[in-house]
Nanobody, 118 residues
Framework: QVRLVESGGGYVQAGGSLRLSCAAS????????MGWYRQAPGKQREMVAV???????TYADSVKGRFTIYRDNARNTVHLQMNSLKPEDTAVYYC????????????WGQGTQVTVSS
């Protein structure tokens, strides 16, 4: 059974930093596009950042220049470094994996809460 386990969420003041990590198991990690999504109360889940198996990355406009996604294929992990955090970044953050060779295979972690106080 595929597992994505997030860690690193928490409470931080505006302007602070957090690093989220996602450990994947039972997938061929380097054949998956790995991403971070978030969902704030009352809002739809949205893409934050994606790192593809081929190496390219995509960021939501709202986090460009502040967040960095990077993957460690040797350790089957993907990280999201979040700097200059704002209260509007408050949300549950979810790790996501999509098999690059079969996009019907989509997996989600359980989520980790990030709260940014003003």
């Amino acid at each position: 059974q595929v597992r994505l386990v997030e860690s690193g969420g928490g409470y931080v003041q505006a302007g602070g930093s957090l690093r989220l990590s996602c450990a994947a198991s039972r997938i061929i990690f380097n054949e998956n596009d790995m991403g971070w999504y978030r969902q704030a109360p009352g809002k739809q889940r949205e893409m934050v950042a994606v790192t593809r198996s081929g190496g390219s990355t995509t960021y939501a406009d709202s986090v460009k220049g502040r967040f960095t996604i990077y993957r460690d294929n040797a350790r089957n992990t993907v990280h999201l470094q979040m700097n200059s955090l704002k209260p509007e970044d408050t949300a549950v953050y979810y790790c996501n994996a999509v098999d690059a060779y079969n996009t019907n295979r989509v997996y989600w972690g359980q989520g980790t809460q990030v709260t940014v106080s003003s």
